[in-house]
């Protein structure tokens, strides 16, 4: 799923193209993207793009007279940027909004169809899509210690929890935790004040690294490969290949539908997590050190 850094550059590729031009029309392929009743497709065509933001793990294009677009791309769903009027490819294309200056067409590669757009008149129903989520890069120490004190949970579950924090998920809070060497179990009412400030400080430096590497091989084009798996991210993706600080092999434990990936001897003193199917199914055979894995 793209996360703030993908959606960030997402968003000012978005700008460079459609900021100030006028929306001609919305075409639909597939009636289920659109989740909303009000407004109408027909009110929003030829109003003019007046702003590209983003709420949590959503993109917002702002319309003049206080309309908007809301879309969720969720796991598979992605966008395309296109010559005005291109045709919805067949099998993957869901809608395209045809601007003046081009197509942007939304595609998801999945048949589960989690992917969605809203269309939104108002700013309180534009509000409404707010999980309350603090903005990392726009906060201060106290506010995120604050932010994600509120509740005692594992720090890999406060990471990606929207009402704490908004736009961080599944792949970068693997980073995150890697860079702060902690392990993404630890409960956050266990937590203490030097670890609380390497937490705040790896969540801003690799955002701000993956914001600016994303950047620089989108320049000049329209991103193509969005994708939550990087060659050069250090544990995420990474199972069973070395840890770029230790050279010990990076763990996963699995959970529904996601996937926890973590260094043992960076992050938890050499010990593993306890995968919940698969230590269940070998009780007292589990591994619970690097040293008994080998």
Same mark, same amino acid.
């Given at each position: 799923?793209?996360? !703030?850094?993908?959606?960030?550059?997402? #968003?000012? =590729?978005?700008?460079?193209?459609? *900021?100030?031009?006028?929306?001609? /029309?919305? %075409?639909?392929?597939?009636?289920?993207?659109?989740?909303?009743?009000?407004?109408?497709?027909?009110?929003?065509?030829?109003?003019?793009?007046?702003?590209?933001?983003?709420?949590?793990?959503?993109?917002?294009?702002?319309?003049?007279?206080?309309?908007?677009?809301?879309?969720?791309?969720?796991?598979?769903?992605?966008?395309?940027?296109?010559?005005?009027?291109?045709?919805?490819?067949?099998?993957?294309?869901?809608?395209?909004?045809?601007?003046?200056?081009?197509?942007?067409?939304?595609?998801?590669?999945?048949?589960?169809?989690?992917?969605?757009?809203? !269309?939104?008149?108002?700013?309180?129903? #534009?509000? =409404?899509?707010?999980?309350?989520? *603090?903005?990392?890069?726009?906060? /201060?120490? %106290?506010?995120?210690?604050?932010?994600?004190?509120?509740?005692?949970?594992?720090?890999?579950?406060?990471?990606?929890?929207?009402?704490?924090?908004?736009?961080?998920?599944?792949?970068?809070?693997?980073?995150?935790?890697?860079?702060?060497?902690?392990?993404?179990?630890?409960?956050?009412?266990?937590?203490?004040?030097?670890?609380?400030?390497?937490?705040?400080?790896?969540?801003?430096?690799?955002?701000?690294?993956?914001?600016?590497?994303?950047?620089?091989?989108?320049?000049?084009?329209?991103?193509?490969?969005?994708?939550?798996?990087?060659?050069?991210?250090?544990?995420?993706?990474?199972?069973?290949?070395?840890?770029?600080?230790?050279?010990?092999?990076?763990?996963?434990?699995?959970?529904?539908?996601?996937?926890?990936?973590?260094?043992?001897?960076?992050?938890?003193?050499?010990?593993?997590?306890?995968?919940?199917?698969?230590?269940?199914?070998?009780?007292?055979?589990?591994?619970?050190?690097?040293?008994?894995?080998?």
């Amino acid at each position: 799923m793209p996360e !703030l850094p993908d959606l960030t550059v997402y #968003l000012e =590729a978005l700008e460079e193209r459609i *900021l100030g031009e006028s929306l001609g /029309g919305i %075409r639909i392929a597939n009636p289920f993207i659109l989740r909303s009743v009000e407004p109408g497709v027909e009110e929003l065509a030829g109003r003019r793009v007046s702003g590209c933001t983003r709420i949590g793990k959503r993109l917002v294009i702002r319309l003049q007279g206080d309309y908007a677009i809301v879309i969720h791309l969720m796991i598979a769903g992605r966008l395309r940027w296109y010559r005005l009027g291109t045709r919805i490819p067949a099998k993957l294309g869901l809608i395209a909004f045809d601007f003046s200056s081009g197509s942007l067409i939304l595609t998801e590669a999945s048949q589960k169809r989690r992917a969605s757009v809203f !269309l939104v008149k108002g700013r309180d129903n #534009l509000a =409404a899509f707010d999980a309350g989520g *603090l903005e990392v890069l726009d906060a /201060g120490p %106290r506010e995120f210690v604050a932010a994600l004190s509120k509740e005692n949970h594992t720090l890999k579950r406060s990471l990606t929890d929207q009402r704490l924090l908004a736009g961080i998920g599944n792949a970068y809070s693997d980073e995150i935790l890697h860079r702060a060497r902690l392990s993404p179990m630890r409960q956050t009412r266990s937590m203490t004040d030097e670890q609380w400030q390497s937490l705040y400080h790896a969540c801003r430096t690799v955002l701000g690294e993956w914001v600016a590497l994303l950047r620089e091989q989108n320049a000049g084009k329209f991103p193509e490969k969005v994708t939550a798996f990087h060659p050069e991210m250090a544990v995420h993706g990474k199972y069973r290949q070395p840890c770029p600080v230790c050279g010990k092999p990076v763990q996963r434990i699995r959970y529904a539908s996601n996937e926890c990936n973590y260094c043992a001897a960076c992050q938890n003193q050499g010990n593993l997590l306890a995968d919940r199917s698969l230590s269940r199914l070998l009780k007292k055979d589990w591994p619970k050190t690097l040293e008994e894995l080998d």
